[in-house]
């Protein structure tokens, strides 16, 4: 038996970030993501920059990636990469990318599931780290760009969709109300930060009428969308007027809509750990009302790092650590999957 540290390479490039960890035994030794400012004038991921604009960053995120860790290549063990689901020609570029590292090094590959790897994100430690990690089963909210979902997870692979978005992701709600504000992509962490300043009772927005488990968000846009309509033609400064009033009532709408499901989840399975993941869980407001939830109901509430919330390698990483672990590797001819399920 060697006593080298099993030594994985992690590559995300499923949206708008190109990044790349390494984990040592388990532990986070770097995680460098590069973003992409170029989608900001056009109000939105554009697919087709997104994947030229991977194809420039990845060589140098990789490349900083390693050094950060203070290892060398050679030492690596495996390379896991995102296969999906995300957009096609941004996943091409990682996954091309870990097949030929794969082979140059002589090494196995692993294909990772993004929102598993959102979720398992609550997994990652760093050196002399001391965490408590959520115990099986337990209750994930995932909320992000393309994601809206409540899932059971069960074991790090044995993960149960309960309940999802029949429409728009909640962090898909927060950018396009935003853009309907005025406001530059992305949107939600901008909301979050001028709701800090206003009153999330200002305004009232109507929550949807959908099955037990299920979510929708397209109504909510829609509805902003007609009442600023109607108020711009009163005032035509009515949106700058109520910048922070406008964004804090939106967030509590959406937080309200969230956390009411995910509460009912936890109780209808009989399961007292709670976790989020994804970009949204990011947000200032969500967490606080996550908080006194499960302070009032005497739960327990897992909630990531920020740099761990919005995509980044160090979760597919850890993903691909415990798949090592496994011996699940892929072969050569993998590719991308954009609508990837669990
Ligand atoms: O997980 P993620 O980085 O990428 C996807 O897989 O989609 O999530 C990005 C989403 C965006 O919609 C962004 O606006 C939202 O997460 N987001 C937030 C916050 N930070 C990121 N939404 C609300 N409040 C935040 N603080
Ligand atoms: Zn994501």
Redesign the pocket.
């Known amino acids: 038996m060697s006593n080298n540290p099993t030594i994985i390479l992690g590559i995300e490039s499923?949206?708008d970030?190109t990044s790349a960890a390494i984990i040592s035994d388990g532990v986070l030794l770097s995680n460098v993501t590069a973003g992409q400012a170029v989608h900001t004038k056009y109000g939105g991921v554009v697919p087709e920059l997104a994947s030229r604009a991977h194809q420039s960053n990845i060589v140098p995120v990789i490349d900083a990636a390693i050094k950060d860790a203070g290892i060398d290549k050679k030492d690596i063990s495996a390379v896991a990469f995102t296969q999906g689901p995300?957009l096609l020609g941004s996943l091409l570029v990682g996954v091309s990318f870990a097949k030929g590292f794969a082979l140059a090094n002589n090494i196995p590959l692993i294909s990772v599931n993004?929102m598993q790897g959102?979720i398992l994100a609550h997994f990652i430690r760093k050196k002399d780290e001391e965490k408590k990690l959520p115990e099986f089963p337990f209750i994930c909210l995932t909320?992000?760009?393309?994601?809206t979902q409540i899932v059971k997870v069960n074991d790090y692979f044995d993960m149960e969709i309960i309940g999802e978005t029949i429409d728009d992701?909640?962090?898909?709600a927060?950018?396009k109300i935003?853009k309907i504000m005025g406001l530059p992509y992305?949107?939600?962490?901008l909301?979050?930060k001028l709701a800090k300043e206003g009153n999330p009772k200002a305004f009232d927005f109507p929550k949807p009428k959908v099955g037990e488990f299920e979510f929708s968000f397209s109504g909510l846009k829609t509805s902003i969308l007609y009442f600023l309509r109607k108020e711009l033609q009163k005032n035509p400064d009515f949106i700058n007027q109520n910048k922070a009033d406008l964004a804090a009532s939106v967030?509590h709408t959406i937080v309200e809509i969230l956390v009411e499901k995910v509460m009912h989840a936890a109780q209808k399975f009989n399961i007292n750990q709670i976790a989020i993941a994804?970009?949204?869980s990011?947000?200032?407001?969500?967490r606080e009302a996550l908080t006194k939830e499960v302070h009032n109901r005497q739960l327990e509430l897992f909630i990531p790092p920020f740099e761990y919330?919005?995509?980044n390698a160090a979760m597919i990483a850890i993903t691909g650590y415990f798949k090592y672990k496994k011996g699940e590797f892929c072969s050569q001819s993998v590719t991308p999957n954009a609508r990837m399920k669990f």
Do not use: K, M, Y
């Open positions: 499923s949206c970030d995300g993004h959102h909320v992000s760009g393309g994601h992701a909640a962090g898909e927060f950018d935003a992305p949107g939600g962490p909301i979050d967030q994804g970009g949204v990011a947000n200032s407001g969500l919330c919005t995509d």
